[in-house]
């Protein structure tokens, strides 16, 4: 039995979705332990395309369990309509295929209004980037301790006099502050009544089904969202996401003690991409020809939103930082294939900001934004490898690349992916296989 969280190294976009599909293999449970819809999980089996927000990716698997931990926050319409899409496809969710944290917050229609309105109201330069999915307000008020959980829904008067008074104060805000258009009480109650219907089968405790999991002998995946540098304590702040998206969250997301983790696997593409707004040190400017070659090369563009991926070379500054935070025990590198045809690879070793060297990110945003990359320059290789199988059949110099990252990380690979699809991954060692 061993118990694997899975995590993102930079931010986002990593390629977390392909990489716990492989490792659900040897799983028995899946955990996705936070975030909201605003966070996509992209999945190519056998060549049909499969986009997660809320369930997690393990659910293509018949025969294992999935849960939504209490980390999570839920957009009711968007967690049925996944699993409506899965029902078509003959994939059916059940109540044993799928369970949901009673402690899941729900991201209300409020929410969203709130957040789009926060955000159009900022000027240019302070905005955040955000989604507009009502992700940080539903943190807001989980935090503010007005929040509405998914365990709720069971109970109509306590969901009915949650909503009222959530209701009046949020409205005062959308119109007094914003001079945007009002939530409706009855509107939210009669469409939450309905999804109450329909989710409540799935409800449950997920804490007391993981535990009794690992008193079992189980293996257990926490796959999160996100990226180590979207943090909400530790990313680029306030250009960040508003959870906790390392490690240590898939504990406190989920209901599971930390001295059960065994493994912490860190997703790592082979260069470096962020969404959205915020400082990107080592990014390669729209209309760069390399950045420009990788962003259409690797298709980098937002799983959920559809927006384009800013491109750039690696950056082991952000790779070491998430080292460190995550405890990470192996690398998993993602699209090594999308640098095939690059004569020369360039990876940033640390920063100077103001005549000073930084080996980490700092955590003053202003510096954060003066970061300039001092790189080291690595040889480049021609060879396609999407069809390499075998991590002997690669390039020596795509081998001598991952054997920089190792050196100056100090983590080893234990996945290679050369492709999308999921066979085109190589697993160096199993994380579930306790040496």
Known sequence: MASVVVVGTQWGDEGKGKIVD??????????????GNNAGHTLVVDGEKYVFHIIPSGILYEDKACMIGNGVIIVPGVLLSEMEELNGKGLPVTPTRLMISENAHLIMPYHQMLDQAREAALTKGKKIGTTGRGIGPCYMDKVGRVGIKAGDLLDPAQFTEKLQSNIEEKNFYL??????????????????????????????????????????????????????????????????????????????GSGFGPAHIDEVIG??????????????PSELPEGDKVGDELQEKGGEFGATTGRRRRCGWLDMVVANDAVRLNGLTGLAITKLDVLSGQSKLKIGRKYTIEGKEYNCMPGNIRKTALAQPVYEEADGWDEDITKVRDYDDLPQKAKDYMKRIEDISGVAPVIVSVGPDREETLLLRNPFEKS
Do not use: W
């Open 22 to 35: 492989l490792l659900t293999n040897y799983a028995d449970c899946i955990v996705r332990f936070q975030g």
């Open 175 to 252: 119109s007094k502050q914003y001079g945007a258009e009002a939530a409706s009480f009855e509107v939210i109650k009669a469409q939450f009544d309905a999804f109450a219907e329909k989710l409540a089968p799935f409800i449950g405790n997920v804490s007391m089904e993981l535990d009794k999991a690992r008193r079992d002998g189980r293996n257990i995946l926490f796959e999160g969202a996100q990226g180590t540098q979207l943090d909400i304590d530790h990313g680029t702040y306030p250009f960040v996401t508003s959870s906790n998206t390392i490690a240590g969250n898939a504990c406190i």
């Open 267 to 280: 997703i790592l593409k082979a260069y470096t991409t962020r969404v959205g707004e915020g400082p990107f």
